[in-house]
């Protein structure tokens, strides 16, 4: 009871942010503008009551290549479905019965039965939102451990406010569960060489979220095998005990991946190979069919990141086909304050500024540190900086197409910077008054 009155008593500021931010990621979830995908998942939200029911029925199955149920299944990690089915069956709502059709018009689909109604959208929305506030609190530790409580409270406050979360974490859709994943990662980095499963967790969250966060697996390794608290007396006892930490990740990590995936019940191997294909495929036909073109250049890719974590205005659809329909849904909700801070040349430029002097502040302090020093010191920083670096190379590497919402994974990263450079740049700002000895004001005295 005492650490938990603790908990509260210590952070009070923090528990205030956290329910003026939370009240109002709430209270605007219905408000967020319509996105085709939505319905996507609120259709394949019924695997929840399927994987209680008959969860068999959800495996791979070679006869059933045409099946609509079975390639979302493949294409898409199952966290979000189960999520959403949670949130609607805790409404006593039923799942959406018809997928949507982008060949077909707004007014065709909703005749279909393919447009949610508000209840069944906001139940679903709702649901990701709590997951995305939970994910808020472990940033939150995050940046008290790396720099304090006040570069908790700053990285709380840039990524509640941030454009990119309010917009797409509050979908219906996998966005607000990549946030909740990479935050709980970002937090077991501190205590992952003790808890090794703790960083598994995290990163089995954010996988199944988005399999873009696979790219983090090295950072994981390295993470449970950096401990500095207890050194081994012989180079066995820490290879034995380190390898002792990776084994322990890896089958958690694998484990729980596999429990969640019925999908790989049956033929794990043969699964995984059709669910790598149809995820190539889909992305050849994205990038030859949209009007939106690919980048070839690893350079513009990094280019377009970028600019579409900072400056670039919200993208509320990937492709035109129903813009007349949502275009008084985006007016109103562009007109709501807080939903487009820090964005454009100004406040992205603002945004990046810092994230770079807290980039430039971390490098610069571990190059500073003597070997000893950095071991001790600075192991989570140079966990933090390796995260951004595999995330960002594995985003640039292996996503050709420049949606904004697929930079996500890097948006905890960002705010975490930010907060460090804001932070730095304070304390150089702020600097105490110099204080004489009492005997000066005679030095000075006589001086004059």
């Known amino acids: 009871m005492k650490p938990t009155l603790a908990l509260f008593r210590n952070d009070r500021l923090f528990w205030l942010l956290f329910l003026l931010i939370g009240g109002f990621m709430l209270w605007g979830a219905r408000l967020v503008p319509f996105h085709p995908d939505e319905s996507t998942y609120l259709y394949m939200s019924s695997d929840f009551e399927v994987l209680f029911e008959k969860p068999a029925s959800l495996a791979w199955n070679s006869a059933q290549e045409n099946n609509p149920r079975q390639l979302y299944r493949l294409l898409n990690p199952p966290l979000t479905h189960y999520v959403l089915g949670m949130g609607r069956a805790l409404s006593n709502l039923h799942p959406l019965p018809i997928d949507w059709d982008w060949s077909k ?8 039965g393919a447009l949610p109604e508000e209840r069944l959208l906001l139940a679903g929305r709702v649901a990701v939102t ?14 008290k451990q790396l720099g304090g409580q006040w570069t908790g409270i700053l990285t709380v406050l840039l990524m509640g406010s941030n454009m990119l979360v309010l917009l797409h974490g509050r979908r219906a859709m996998s966005e607000g569960l990549l946030i909740f ?33 696979l790219a983090l697996l090295p950072v994981g390794f ?9 050194k081994a007396k012989s180079l066995k006892n820490w290879l034995c005990a380190r390898g002792l930490a990776l084994t322990q990740f890896s089958v958690v990590f694998i ?4 429990i969640v995936n019925p999908v790989l019940w049956k033929n794990p191997l043969r699964a995984a190979r059709a669910a790598i294909n149809a995820r190539r495929d889909l992305v050849s036909r994205q990038v030859s069919e949209i009007s939106i073109q690919g980048l070839d250049s690893p350079v513009l890719r990094a280019a377009m990141l970028v600019a579409n974590l900072t400056i670039l205005p919200p993208a509320f659809a990937e492709v035109g086909n129903y813009l007349s329909e949502t275009a008084g849904q985006e007016q109103a909700y562009l007109a709501i304050f807080g939903h ?12 990046l500024s810092l994230t770079l002097l807290g980039l430039v502040g971390i490098v610069s302090r571990i190059i500073s540190s003597q070997s000893s020093q950095v071991n001790l010191n600075r192991r989570n920083e140079l966990l933090l900086l390796l995260t951004g670096l595999f995330q960002t190379v594995g985003l640039v590497v292996a996503v050709p197409l420049p949606w904004q919402r697929y930079c996500l994974p890097l948006v905890p990263l960002i705010c975490l910077l930010a907060a460090l450079g ?18 000066s004001r005679n030095l000075r005295r006589t001086a004059g």
């Open 105 to 112: 018009s707004w007014e065709e689909n909703r005749q279909a």
């Open 340 to 351: 487009n801070l820090l964005r454009g040349w100004v406040g992205g430029g603002i945004l």
């Open 255 to 258: 484990l729980l991946t596999w």
């Open 181 to 213: 994943g990479i935050c709980i990662f970002l937090w077991s980095l501190a205590h992952s060489a003790r808890y090794p499963w703790l960083a598994a967790l995290g990163l089995f969250l954010a996988f199944n979220a988005k399999p873009s966060t």
């Open 130 to 143: 709590l997951c995305l506030l939970i994910g808020l609190f472990f940033l939150y530790r995050a940046g």
């Open 422 to 439: 804001l932070v730095e740049l304070s304390q150089r700002l702020v600097k105490p008054k110099r204080r004489y000895p009492k005997y």
């Open 222 to 230: 390295l993470a449970v095998c950096w401990n500095d608290k207890h």
